[in-house]
């Protein structure tokens, strides 16, 4: 199970230099990964910095670790913008993104981003599409219901050809979502229960082998914070989620108010205390 961390931008707020110390931080640490929330406007958002832009500065002063945008609400964005962005991230990372995306649930924050929020579904299935020709040929041609490219495509195209994308959901995914996931993605994040995971994962897996998929070959990923209300049974729900075959894993150090110090030391001390994983 690989370990990774979300970065606490709600707590560190503008300090870019907390920021860069705990993202370099879980990098030296051995940490896999590395997430960052995206939300562009919604009144109880908290603080959050546009993740793509953030990352791109993160990527200049970390080695090796991933650099995971979660979630990008897609369909709020213009596809070959966004095709464009993600492969630039990936080079200037040498690699090292992994994306996740979704359709929000923001009827007011596609309004304002000028898109429709009761299509979202059918359009990120042709985005994703899209992304995928745009990532990995020179020339593209496509014809979609929204997005059309005639004879033209990314240069420079991103190191990973193509990009890995995860999807985001509901704790229970819709059947569309379910089926959006088995046929098109890399992975998913989990907000289910270990008990749920099971036969939500069956689902997602007998999507993937109708589509002629490997589902050995789709990620999972929950997360576990380590700190707040559920802080002294956080090793025992990390055993949880290992003993369910889960391939990733996210900790969290954000929910109990802490200061950037305070961020650190956690982070360090957790690492320190996971339960036997093979990061």
């Known amino acids: 199970m690989r370990v990774g961390v979300s970065l606490p931008v709600r707590e560190l707020e503008n300090d870019i230099g907390a920021i860069r110390a ?22 109880d958002s908290g603080h959050l910095h546009e993740p793509m832009t953030l990352l791109a500065y993160l990527a200049a002063v970390t080695d090796r670790i991933e650099l995971v945008p979660s979630i990008i609400v897609l369909p709020s964005r213009q596809t070959a913008l966004f095709a464009k962005q993600a492969a630039e991230l990936d ?35 042709e985005q994703l599409e899209l992304l995928k020709l745009l ?17 033209a495509g990314l240069n420079p195209l991103p190191v990973q050809r193509p990009i890995p994308i ?11 979502v379910a089926r959006r996931i088995g046929r098109l993605a890399d992975g998913w994040f989990v907000l ?42 956080w090793k025992d729900r990390v055993a949880g989620w290992r ?17 950037a110090r305070q961020h650190l030391d956690t982070l360090k001390q957790a690492v320190a205390e996971l339960p036997e994983t093979e990061q």
């Open 192 to 233: 289910c229960s270990p008990e749920q995971f099971c036969d939500i994962n069956g689902a997602i897996r007998g999507e993937a082998e109708a589509a002629g998929r490997n589902p050995d070959m789709i990620g999972t990923e929950a997360g576990v914070a380590v700190v707040g209300p559920r802080q002294s049974e």
């Open 135 to 151: 990532w990995t040929r020179d020339v593209v041609d496509y014809h979609g219901r929204w997005d059309t490219v005639s004879g």
């Open 166 to 176: 995860w999807i985001g959901a509901r704790p229970v995914p819709a059947a569309s």
């Open 243 to 259: 003993r369910t075959g889960l391939s990733h894993l996210c900790l969290r150090t954000l929910g109990a108010g802490l200061e």
């Open 91 to 125: 080079v200037l990372s040498g690699g090292r993104l992994r994306l996740g995306i979704g359709v929000g649930n923001s009827a007011d924050e596609y309004r304002a981003l000028g898109a429709d929020f009761y299509t979202r579904g059918v359009r990120c299935d």
């Open 22 to 43: 705990f993202a370099q931080l879980a990098d030296d640490l051995g940490l896999t990964h590395l997430r960052v929330p995206d939300q562009v406007l919604r009144p």
